[in-house]
């Protein structure tokens, strides 16, 4: 007999983007399994929408405590073996739920599995690029895993828009850091890895993602993340590789006004420029990529050390 799944999936709007998610959960080749959707703070749900879901599956509301409460939230009401998340705004494939289980249930120490994202075919051309950037930036993110290879690998972090987690485990462990959002599943993971349980990355477990649809949400997502990771490396120190960042940008800081001082801006000013044409070779010329990645590389900085200088702390 399959195991008992719940998917639970926190939501703020009913866009079509969410309906095609609820769409295809709803549509997984698997048969034991509920879904929970929450409800956090939207007043004016399309009331509609929810009615035709009533016999497929439950609606909580978590009153705009954000994503880790409400995931937290339905994770305390199921009795379900297993929790798997995914955000509004991801499309899951139909042998999503099964790859997950494959992961967690080839060895006994594993107790969350996450997959491979991809960016849906209808995505806008800008989205694409958004993704696209992610994935070059991947090797110091652990955010967007490649998945060229076919095999189950141990992995340090699965984000929570494809991960799945034994959930007798996940209660134990506290679940997510509630307040803190994004980075509630960088901060889980840590933990759990801590008190020495393992992870598992399946690239056959696929979700398709939708990537922000304009510069503007774009940036506002890196500052995010940028906040969440000196929150982070307050908290434990350092222990992810994209926190080497900060330190650069202070080191070329130094540098800078120690050029200033001594008198070799024009050294700083060629070390700049091979920095910046390496990076334009490695985005093979694509200056959409060079400037996303420039910019976004400023508004993380700006989030972390706007986290890192705050007296008052968040949590």
């Not at 909580?60 to 955000?87: H, I, V």
């Not at 908290?235 to 120690?258: A, E, M, N, T, V």
């Not at 060079?290 to 989030?303: E, P, R």
Request: charged share 25%.
């Amino acid at each position: 007999m399959e195991k008992k799944v719940c998917v639970i999936v926190p939501f703020r709007k009913i866009s079509l983007k969410f309906k095609k998610c609820i769409e295809s959960i709803l549509d997984l080749n698997y048969s034991n399994f509920e879904v929970i959707l929450v409800n956090d703070g939207n007043e004016s749900i399309q009331e509609s929408f929810l009615k035709d879901l009533e016999d497929k599956v439950r609606i909580l509301n978590s009153y705009k405590k954000g994503p880790s409460f409400a995931r937290n939230l339905a994770a305390k009401n199921t009795c379900a073996e297993f929790l798997a998340f995914t955000d509004s705004d991801c499309i899951v494939s139909k042998d999503w739920l099964k790859e997950l289980l494959k992961g967690i249930e080839s060895f006994p120490e594993v107790v969350g599995c996450g997959g491979r994202q991809e960016i849906p075919e209808d995505a806008t051309p800008f989205e694409k690029k958004i993704f696209l950037f992610m994935k070059k930036v991947s090797f110091i993110t652990d955010y967007i895993k490649k998945g060229t290879h076919k095999k189950l690998i141990e992995t340090h972090h699965n984000p929570s828009c494809n991960v799945m987690y034994k959930r007798d485990v996940f209660l134990k462990e506290g679940g997510f850091l509630e307040g803190l959002w994004p980075g509630e599943d960088v901060e889980l993971d840590y933990r759990l890895r801590k008190k020495g349980y393992k992870l598992i990355f399946n690239p056959k477990a696929v979700v398709y993602h939708y990537r922000p649809q304009s510069l503007k949400d774009f940036l506002k997502m890196m500052y995010r993340y940028g906040r969440s990771a000196g929150f982070l490396t307050k908290k434990y120190g350092f222990f992810r590789k994209i926190q080497i960042i900060p330190l650069i940008s202070l080191f070329f800081l130094i540098l800078f006004f120690l050029s200033i001082i001594f008198n070799f801006v024009l050294f700083f000013i060629i070390l700049c420029s091979i920095i910046l044409f390496s990076l334009l070779i490695y985005f093979k010329f694509d200056f959409t990529l060079f400037l996303l990645a420039f910019l976004s590389y400023i508004f993380w900085n700006c989030g972390f050390f706007k986290e890192i200088f705050l007296i008052k702390r968040r949590f």
